[in-house]
């Protein structure tokens, strides 16, 4: 399953966007169950991270995908986002049920989480 986040400025003025360390696969996002508790999550950012990329300016009402990562629908806390065969399935595969995905980090205004359906 694809998780994607769009940051899109709902502002009046320009605005600029920080964009997500491409070296840690998957730092940007975590997966957390219709109670609140997290599913899913990154391990920490990669070590030795050079630069911060620089940022997007968003005019009002421009959006941008800001980051999209695979989550296999398993269990997972801290090495998920490692590379190769083993990431992402730490655990079994999460119940059937309501769940939303959030950024990581927070971003400083208000973020609407999304919601999705895990059928089974």
Request: hydrophobic letters at 35%; charged letters at 10%.
């Amino acid at each position: 399953m694809a998780v994607t986040i769009d940051v899109t400025n709902s502002g009046s003025a320009a605005c600029a966007v920080a964009m997500p360390y491409p070296e840690t696969f998957g730092s940007t996002v975590q997966i957390l169950d219709a109670s609140g508790s997290v599913v899913w999550a990154p391990g920490p950012r990669a070590e030795g991270v050079l630069a911060l990329p620089q940022p997007i300016n968003l005019n009002p009402g421009q959006s941008y995908t800001w980051t999209t990562v695979m989550w296999d629908q398993h269990y997972c806390q801290g090495s998920c986002a490692s590379p190769g065969a083993s990431a992402g399935t730490e655990g079994g595969l999460v119940p059937a049920g309501s769940y939303r995905a959030e950024p990581l980090p927070q971003p400083p205004s208000p973020a609407q989480p999304a919601t999705f359906i895990v059928s089974g």
